[in-house]
DNA sequence: AGGCTATCGTTCCAAAATAGAACTGTCAAA
DNA sequence: TTTGACAGTTCTATTTTGGAACGATAGCCT
């Protein structure tokens, strides 16, 4: 496989997953979430390698999910913000908390709670169908194909 | 970072993230979701090496996602099903497509429609608060920490 | 001025993961 | 008896990561 052009592959989960189908990626976006901003941040919370954090941030801009922001001339400092592109990957990144909350989860509990700050109470996040509103489960699902490709593939 | 106890970390990301934070895995995973059980059906639709596919599917079946079935006797043959915490993992499946719908689309429309049979309409996946059916929002979230952790990771 | 610290990277080499192709083994059908 | 389908395993070359050191810029302290 040519990862290198999956981003243009006739699939919404491959062209996802070539931005954001990898270990590193994915927690670097936990830390932005998480309101982290500068490298040093993310390098010190993940241990990651600076050579690849370096490279992850620089991913992540040319695809547009974060944005170099300027916060000091002199020297010159960036900050990497997430874009609204950046932050409608959110449902991604709850869906996979949630999951590991129910599925990998250990005696002790929850690592993290989350609070809706609109309703003011705790809550899983929930993933219905946009015209009915009812949860999702994959078998009362069905795929047609759609005007964006030719043939088998999904 | 020591990817082979990622799963036992503070963060319910990271836990899920060993699971199904590579590429392989969620495209093996998009294909399951499609119905493809077969050793050759994953090798053949992904084109990943049969070497990388076959380690993918250990751990898949190690991690409890996916099933080995024997479907034949003589020879003795498998196909691979998704389990319950397997289907579980659809929300974020689905919330990827959905993005790469959005953000990564082209010209020629959506690759995929999705049909929700409860209701018989198109729809998109949205993600909303368990408790108050409102859309989710990584600004409407306040983070708090939980009983099963003890200091600053997420 | 000289040296420390903070911040944001780059460079270099060793170790690990992946790609690509060939090979093994079982059995059915021609 | 040969071919083909299926489910892997084994082997080597290439690519990606990990780990640690180095470089650049500037503020602050003495």
Redesign the pocket.
């Known amino acids: 496989?040519?990862?290198?052009t999956l981003d243009e592959e006739q699939c919404s989960l491959s062209r996802t997953v070539a931005v954001v189908g990898?270990r590193?990626t994915l927690l670097i976006l936990r830390e932005s979430f998480l309101r982290v901003r500068?490298?040093?941040?993310f390098q010190s919370s993940l241990?990651?390698?600076?050579?690849?954090?370096?490279?992850r941030?620089?991913k992540l801009v040319r695809f547009g999910i974060l944005r170099?922001v300027p916060?000091s001339e002199?020297?010159?400092?960036?900050?990497?913000i997430l874009t609204q592109k950046g932050l409608d990957l959110y449902p991604i990144i709850m869906a996979m908390v949630h999951w590991g909350d129910i599925h990998m989860g250990d005696e002790r509990g929850r690592p993290l709670l989350h609070e809706h700050k609109t309703c003011g109470k705790r809550f899983d996040p929930v993933m219905v169908c946009s015209e009915c509103g009812e949860a999702l489960h994959a078998k009362q699902v069905h795929v047609h194909p759609g005007p964006g490709r030719k043939e088998a593939v999904a």
Chains 1, 2 share one sequence.
Do not use: C, V
């Open positions: 496989m040519k990862w290198d990898d590193w500068r490298f040093e941040g241990q990651i390698t600076r050579h690849l954090l370096s490279e941030l620089k170099r916060y002199a020297p010159k400092r960036y900050e990497y």
